[in-house]
């Protein structure tokens, strides 16, 4: 089975985090890493891989930076990746996004598109359906189990009351929860074999998508401003001298929560 | 007035749920509200009343197998087409899983800008998104279409305005694509008495420092005491104490409830990121340097063992 995972890098949710000037991520100054959720879709693809074979590739859309969460991915166990690298895509919005990422997959060709469920910076979970629309494929997304029987996929999704089965044939779109596997640490051979793995570069010039469709100029919203938000201010912190519950209590009373 | 489309989100029998009615309140802010009904057979009937008693003048309806039957796609292709024919002000959507794929592909179809995760939407299409945790508050607006936004649970308080809604049902066109994915089946894994997780308007949480899968009951007796949902933070998911849909944060859940109570939770930005915007804060742990005491409005640095419980008894003692 052909698969294709989406890596995107994003700045670490564990660190300040902003946006920058022109109101876009701030990535220059941030320490970027892979988007978590995206280890989860790789794991999903090299368990395919390893029992029914066939080829991961990973896709990225980011600045020249991003080859480090490429090398990333590429050192869990991936075959191969393609890095879709213009500075035109900067300021892209979720809609001409999907645009570029389903041109790159047709020049791929996948049976299995797997992309993990949202990004921590964006967060917009929004990706994996619009790439579907574009290529005309099924999408199966929220998955916590994925399981191939053929040319036939599928998984729980994870719902409010409990989950859904949900069944598709190849090609699709899946994405992935953080719940589905526990993704493996890359070994020092991977990290190795990873420098050495094949990395195409493709420009907007080599998908046949135009610049102004893209970046700031194409893009169909703005930011029009952007502030920090007030840091909360810590309130009243008791120590428990026995009685601490019953403040607590107190507390809420006054709120009007009792 | 222009309409605003509303898509409705229910449960499975047909109750409206709250993000629902506040999206309608939200809605007549900016012109006519519109309920979208999409589901099993009998669905808008089922909602007709409570949608008319928020607001809507007027209900579409989608029903059936096919709708029902199959993910995502054929939604969004009978409100493109709604769209189309309409041409309404704005398009609102729940700021849900399913919600947000909706839009996406609403926003393909019609090559139409989106927003995401709006805590409000101005009459002129201003959305306010808190990201990055909370920590940023931006303003955005649609350059392209329509504002099609997705609006975050518990942003607004819902306000009755009865009007008596007529239901039209709509003539559905599917193409092939919209039904690959099947839906051949739907567990209910438990539904207990407790309010939804990100609608709820009270939330109490628990942590690593819970210490075990039994010792939630604690965190569900003050829930319940309050009328509140149980969360969990991702360490307490991963330690295997609760179940991951009650998680709350980065990788979880987002929740804004009127009061969130964290006990035995350090408040990692992980997880701050889930209930920052919760408008009052409590916090028990008994690690008084703990990140979350930063945040909380109130904070009890002790034995949560010996505090929740002596918190319930209070309670108890009022009620």
């Keep these: 089975m052909n698969i294709v995972v989406l890596v995107k890098q994003v700045p670490d949710?564990?660190?300040?985090?902003?946006?920058?000037g022109d109101n876009t991520v701030e990535r220059q100054s941030a320490n970027n890493v892979i988007n978590e959720m995206d280890e989860y879709a790789i794991e999903a693809a090299l368990k395919i891989q390893e029992a029914h074979g066939g080829e991961v590739t990973i896709l990225t859309m980011g600045p020249e930076r991003a080859t480090e969460?490429?090398?990333?991915?590429?050192?869990?166990?991936?075959?191969?990746?393609v890095h879709v690298l213009d500075d035109a895509l900067h300021g892209s919005c979720a809609v001409a996004t999907s645009k570029v990422l389903a041109a790159a997959l047709g020049t791929l060709n996948p049976d299995l598109v797997i992309a993990g469920a949202e990004s921590t910076d964006g967060r917009v979970q929004v990706l994996p359906h619009m790439i579907a629309e574009r290529l005309g494929v099924a999408a199966l997304t929220g998955a916590r189990k994925l399981t191939v029987d053929g040319g036939t996929l599928t998984i729980e999704r994870q719902t409010e009351e409990g989950y859904e089965i949900v069944t598709a044939a190849t090609p699709a779109v899946v994405s992935v929860w953080d719940t589905i596997n526990e993704p493996r640490y890359p070994s020092f051979k991977g990290i190795m074999a990873a420098k050495k793995k094949p990395v195409q570069t493709l420009a907007l010039a080599d998908l046949g998508v135009d610049a102004g469709e893209v970046g700031?100029?194409?893009?169909?919203?703005?930011?029009?401003e952007h502030a920090k938000r007030p840091a909360r201010s810590g309130g009243q912190k008791v120590a428990d001298d026995g009685n601490g519950g019953?403040?607590?209590?107190?507390?809420?009373?006054?709120?009007?929560f009792v | 007035m222009a309409e605003v489309l509303v898509l409705v989100e229910a449960t499975r029998d047909f109750a409206v749920k709250k993000v629902t009615l506040e999206l309608l309140t939200l809605a007549r802010t900016i012109g006519s509200p519109s309920a979208v009904v999409f589901g099993a057979s009998g669905a808008a009937a089922a909602m007709a009343d409570k949608l008319g008693e928020y607001g809507a003048e007027k209900i579409y309806a989608g029903e059936g197998d096919e709708i029902d039957g199959h993910l995502v796609s054929p939604k969004a292709t009978a409100l493109a087409d709604l769209v189309k024919r309409t041409q309404p002000a704005a398009v609102l959507l729940p700021s849900t899983q399913e919600g947000k794929e909706i839009a996406g592909r609403l926003a393909v179809k019609l090559d139409n800008g989106l927003l995401t995760d709006a805590v409000e939407l101005t009459a002129d299409g201003v959305a306010t998104q808190p990201v990055f945790a909370g920590q940023v508050v931006v303003k955005s607006r649609v350059t392209r279409g329509i504002p099609l936004a997705t609006i975050r649970p518990n942003s607004l308080t819902p306000t009755p305005a009865p009007a008596?809604?007529?239901?039209?049902?709509l003539e559905i066109a599917l193409g092939a694509t919209d039904t690959l994915a099947k839906v051949v089946d739907r567990v209910i894994e438990q539904k207990g008495s407790r309010p939804e997780l990100t609608e709820a308007s009270v939330v109490v949480s628990g942590g690593r420092g819970v210490g075990s899968g039994d010792n939630f009951k604690l965190v569900e007796e003050l829930a319940d005491l309050l009328g509140g949902a149980v969360g969990a933070s991702r360490a307490?998911?991963?330690s295997g104490f609760y179940p991951h849909q009650f998680q709350v944060g980065q990788?979880?859940?987002?929740?804004?409830?009127?009061?969130?109570?964290?006990?035995?939770?350090?408040?990692?930005?992980?997880?701050?990121?889930?209930?920052?915007?919760?408008?009052?804060?409590?916090?028990?742990?008994?690690?008084?340097?703990?990140?979350?005491?930063?945040?909380a409005d109130y904070g009890v640095v002790g034995d949560l063992f010996k505090v929740v419980p002596q918190a319930a008894e209070e309670i108890r003692k009022r009620k």
């Design chain 2, 251 to 295: 990788t979880g859940k987002t929740v804004s409830p009127q009061l969130y109570i964290a006990l035995g939770i350090s408040g990692a930005i992980q997880h701050r990121a889930g209930m920052q915007t919760s408008k009052t804060i409590v916090a028990v742990n008994k690690d008084a340097e703990a990140p979350i005491f930063e945040l």
């Design chain 2, 236 to 238: 307490a998911v991963d």
């Design chain 2, 164 to 169: 008596s809604p007529q239901v039209e049902q």
């Design chain 1, 216 to 224: 700031s100029a194409g893009a169909t919203s703005e930011v029009v």
């Design chain 1, 246 to 256: 019953a403040a607590l209590v107190e507390f809420l009373s006054s709120e009007k």
């Design chain 1, 69 to 81: 969460s490429i090398r990333k991915a590429l050192s869990m166990g991936p075959d191969k990746a």
């Design chain 1, 13 to 20: 949710s564990g660190s300040e985090r902003n946006l920058a």
